[in-house]
């Protein structure tokens, strides 16, 4: 029989190993007790903050012996932030963390043959800060100086922690940011506030081409009218050289996402350049792309070096996106098609291949659900499917579409290793996994991309 634990009780715990989200994990009398902060091998003083059944949390009060690998975080918010959850964390021990993340979820998930998978070290950075290209930072109006606040929310709350220098941002990135919330101050924008639903403006979206060097600015809004909204646009134009595309996203409902459906143009272009190994892309507001440009570099040299390209394949590129993972690759291939459900996504794929004289892609709108069985009827079976689905995995109609018509060979791009490991109980059932390379798109964070290569068994 498991203890139950009492809120505020005092325990030492040693801590074995790193959660999920990069919390430490001990146990008590056969109880899992998550403590943030702690990393393994610490001897640690807590107290119990939330008891449950199955598990407790708690907060760490004191390290009575400490890892060698703990580093002191150089953030001066990194606490309150939540946005990073191993800055306290020597970066190499990240790696292997990320290493044994995978390892975890497959051992929670078991598909077949798990055990002999090969798992390769996660692929690092040589500098793994300020690596973002994107800052998606939420506004505020500070009662008590009357200046507009732009950062993140608390882990698990609306409480808004102000950041001004984000040590995994891109510095252009930041100083937009910062340039942008004392404008906003400066010309008196009415700033979203949630709880009385009441004011305009509730997220700065910056966005930069890391090689072209060209930002674009996303205001998005409650309503379409902002007052004074020309003065500031001249004002941002002026302050702001690298800025070529100001846009507007209204999003009227009150929910988590942060973009509503319409965006209006402003001023200058309505997208920005940006290049991955050597291959250039639009990129326009609400198209995915990327975080980590220089390691997505390395991803998809690592996702086309997992599917054998050759000039005779024919390739499915399931959440296209802009056509970043298909265009890198289209020159090596005979055919690939893509798809996506953002209609804006789908056009910049369709101009980007266009301006790259790319003849032999072809892109449509729809979900890789219904439009891979479409194209399977229509007499088209591709030799090779690529994935690389939302954190949410795959889709279970896509997932039973493989299944039936499975393609010679697969390649799963991952964000989320228990997803993948979930996903890949259906999958080892038809392919044989060939190996999975982690690599680190998210320095300081508990997230990880993995490569999966899979091959139809014979």
């Given at each position: 029989m498991t203890v139950q634990l009492k809120l505020n009780q005092t325990l030492t715990l040693k801590i074995k190993r790193l959660g999920i989200n990069g919390e430490g994990l001990a146990y008590y009398k056969r109880l899992i007790v998550f403590v943030k902060g702690a990393l393994p091998n610490e001897t640690v003083i807590v107290k119990i903050t939330k008891t449950t059944p199955r598990y407790a949390e708690a907060e760490m009060i004191r390290i009575k012996q400490a890892s060698p690998d703990r580093v002191i975080p150089p953030c001066p918010?990194?606490?309150?932030?939540?946005?990073?959850q191993l800055q306290h964390l020597a970066y190499a021990k990240q790696l292997d963390f990320k290493t044994d993340l995978l390892r975890q979820a497959l051992e929670k998930y078991r598909p077949n043959g798990y055990k002999h998978y090969q798992l390769k070290q996660a692929i690092g950075m040589e500098n793994p800060w300020h690596y973002r290209n994107k800052a998606q930072f939420q506004l505020r109006k500070n009662p008590k100086s009357n200046k507009v606040?732009?950062?993140l929310y608390q882990?698990?709350?609306?409480?808004?922690?102000?950041i001004t220098d984000c040590f995994v941002q891109e510095p252009v990135t930041q100083a937009v940011v910062n340039t942008v919330s004392q404008l906003l101050t400066k010309y008196e924008i009415p700033i979203y506030n949630e709880r009385k639903n009441s004011g305009i403006l509730r997220t700065l979206m910056v966005r930069v081409g890391i090689e072209t060097n060209e930002a674009q600015l996303v205001l998005i809004s409650r309503t379409k009218k902002i007052p004074r909204i020309n003065a500031l646009i001249r004002e941002i134009h002026q302050r702001c050289p690298e800025i070529v595309s100001i846009m507007q996203n209204i999003q009227d409902k009150k929910t988590s996402l942060i973009m509503g459906e319409e965006t209006i143009h402003l001023w200058g272009k309505n997208s920005i350049s940006e290049k991955i190994n050597q291959v250039a892309f639009e990129l326009s507001p609400r198209a995915f792309f990327q975080l980590n440009p220089t390691q997505t570099k390395i991803l998809y040299q690592e996702a086309i070096k997992a599917l054998d390209a050759t000039n005779d394949k024919t390739i499915v590129d399931a959440y296209c996106g802009v056509g970043t993972i298909g265009l890198s690759l289209a020159n090596q291939v005979r055919e690939v098609r893509g798809m996506d459900i953002i209609p804006q996504a789908i056009e910049d794929a369709k101009k980007n291949a266009k301006k790259l004289g790319i003849t032999n892609t072809?892109?449509?709108?729809?979900?890789?659900?219904?439009?891979l069985p479409k194209w399977l009827k229509e007499g088209f079976a591709p030799d090779v499917i690529i994935v690389d689905p939302p954190r949410t995995g795959l889709d279970d109609k896509l997932l039973q579409t493989i299944i039936q018509q499975p393609s010679q060979q697969m390649v799963y791009i991952s964000c989320n290793v228990s997803t993948l490991a979930r996903d890949l109980v259906s999958l080892s059932k038809i392919y044989q996994v060939d190996y999975l390379q982690s690599v680190d798109m998210f320095p300081q964070t508990a997230r990880c991309e993995v490569v999966v290569k899979l091959s139809k068994k014979e």
């Open positions: 918010v990194y606490e309150e932030c939540g946005g990073c606040e732009a950062g882990a698990d709350s609306h409480q808004l922690v102000p072809h892109y449509e709108k729809g979900t890789a659900e219904e439009l």
